[in-house]
């Protein structure tokens, strides 16, 4: 049977899961993916139908009566009928035929009702009849109404004698569990005519770089986590701490993607299910162009897949030979300075912004040897300090961060590095202290103490001094140095030194 899989019509067999959809397309194991149902089930299941007529699309929405299950079994004979009886009362669209029976009895008609009537009481020459004002007449079929105008009942007043129904078509609402699904569940049973979402698609807005790499950066994990869910949107908080700047701002449609620029909760991502006006305190960055029925029944703890134009540009990591080639692939130069050797590792990238990078064509890589990039480890059970010292080096973005040196002398039982007062003023100390500062120890100056921030790594063993030179209570530990600390040694005050995190 034929199925469409993120945009591409794909042929599985009959009775095949979305185990077999997802097969080779983006998919993030455990994230949500969207069904639309087929054209036929829709038919069935919705009681909305769009009449798209010359002038402009009506919708009709369906009574629970016999003539809303007749029209429900024509829809394709009703298309391409023509505006053949126009009065003052009514408009007409027909003919086909059908076997309603003749009834000559008179039926009271609401203004904007919608109803079958036969022409010549001969049910060869059936008509869809839209009442434009209150009346009582006879027009001689005996099934009841269809249903009611809801919306564009405008297009009543600008319609004339030859005018054209289009399509008939039913009302796909993404917000809507009865025409489309969300589920994790891979064993789902698929049917003819299905669409499938397996991701959301994003097309980033090249007027906001920062926002945009706002997203880029909360989905380097491949998926976006749902951290809200509300009425009108849901959001990702889990990269907050962020500066970001006052960027392009517009109407948020559905689909719209911002991210918030200023106050509390700045650098959330939010995707609009329902239009919302400007506001200069969310930054436009992007749209959902596929994928916006997984978000419209999103919930807080779930996943999405995420696919972005353009994908992220990050050369850091790389060595200066393999990041030539990987700029290369997307039509960009590349610029090495420092260590310009091809075995040299990329530390820093310049623009760092992906639309930057595009708009620059030309990428500075910054190079230094393999042996100047040192490996760490950290402690995650210590969540506010982690991502502290993630802030403070880039870790939180990047592959590769770093640190400045503050203190480094020679014979010093550590070195330290500067840090940021503000940012760590709610650095609380842990509640069980160290007993001893082993070697390599990596630590925080907690806000119990003047130089708050402060970072540092411990050279030499210390039962009463931590990698800062505080006493326990004011030192919090937050992972390991884990690479031969005599390569330290060379290290000078105001120095910048590499670090990359090593999972445990």
Known sequence: MRITVNGKEKEVAKGATLKEAVKGEIYEPGSLISIHLSTEKLIGE????????????MVLRLEDSDGAKLFRSITESVKGSTARWLTKEIIAFGSFKTDIPIDRENRHYSKYDCFFTLGGFDNHSTYIMIAKKEHTRSYGASIGKIGRITLGRHILDL?????????????????????????????????????????????????????????????????????????????????????MPVEYSQTRDAGSVAVRNTGLGAGRILIYKERRQTSPAHNSAGTVERGFGIVSQAKKGEKITLVTEPARIMSVGMTQSDGE?????????????????????????????????????????????????????????????????????GLSHKPIGSLKTQFAFPGMPMITFYGDEDRSKNLYPQEKPFKTCKKGDIGITNQSRPHHGLIGIRLEDSKQYGPTGEEP??????????????????????QTIYITEERK
């Open 159 to 243: 319609s004339a004698e030859g005018d054209k129904l289009l399509d008939v078509r039913p009302v796909v609402s993404e917000s809507s569990n009865k025409t489309i699904i969300v589920t994790k569940d891979l064993g789902y049973k698929l049917d003819e005519g299905y669409s499938i979402d397996t991701n959301m698609f994003i097309r980033l807005d090249e007027r906001s770089p920062a926002a945009a790499e706002q997203i880029l950066i909360s989905g380097a994990k491949g998926h976006l986590s749902i951290t809200e869910s509300m009425g009108t949107a849901v959001g990702c908080s889990e990269e907050l701490d962020v500066e």
């Open 473 to 494: 209570y004011g030192t919090n530990i937050i992972g390991k140095f884990i690479d031969d600390l005599k390569r330290l040694g060379d290290v000078e005050e105001e």
């Open 325 to 393: 080639k990987f700029l290369s692939k997307l039509g960009l130069k590349q610029k090495r300075v420092g260590d310009v050797a091809d075995e040299a590792i990329i530390v820093e990238q310049s623009p760092e912004m992906t639309l930057k990078a595009i708009a620059s064509n030309e990428i500075e890589t910054l190079g230094v040897p393999n042996g100047k990039v040192f490996k760490i480890q950290l402690d995650g059970t210590n969540a506010a300090d982690v991502h502290y010292f993630k802030k403070m080096t």
């Open 46 to 57: 919705t009681n909305e139908f769009e009449l798209v007529t010359s002038n402009g699309t």
